[in-house]
Nanobody
Framework: LQFVESGGGLVQPGESLRLSCVVSGDVLDYYAIGWFRQAPGKAREWVSCMTYVGGGTDYAHSVKGRFTISRDNAKSTMYLQMNSLKPEDTGVYYC?????????????????WGKGILVTVSS
């Protein structure tokens, strides 16, 4: 499997970004999708997941109400819309997929990972 992540960059607090992750090499329909992030000097943390069928989602408390996870299986692409960004959202963001997974999938469940993309929120 191959992942192509895009949409990261430098933004000011309060602004928005949309991360995209195109997955090739398998059918995305069968996978739960997830986003994770790692801030400088900190451990990787779970951000959000979406089940492979039914549309169920879950979010970390720190991003709930600001971030939205979505998918377009026809384009084999997953997204993370990030609004009202804060400096503490800074980090490398990773997309990941879990075969037959759910919105409860976490890092230990993920089968495949993207290489990560940097998001920096700073004034």
């Amino acid at each position: 499997l191959q992942f192509v992540e895009s949409g990261g960059g430098l933004v000011q607090p309060g602004e928005s970004l949309r991360l995209s992750c195109v997955v090739s090499g398998d059918v995305l329909d069968y996978y739960a999708i997830g986003w994770f992030r790692q801030a400088p000097g900190k451990a990787r943390e779970w951000v959000s997941c979406m089940t492979y069928v039914g549309g169920g989602t879950d979010y970390a408390h720190s991003v709930k109400g600001r971030f939205t996870i979505s998918r377009d299986n026809a384009k084999s692409t997953m997204y993370l819309q990030m609004n009202s960004l804060k400096p503490e959202d800074t980090g490398v963001y990773y997309c990941a997929i879990d075969l037959w997974g759910s919105e409860m999938s976490r890092a230990q469940d993920m089968d495949h990972w993207g290489k990560g993309i940097l998001v920096t929120v700073s004034s």
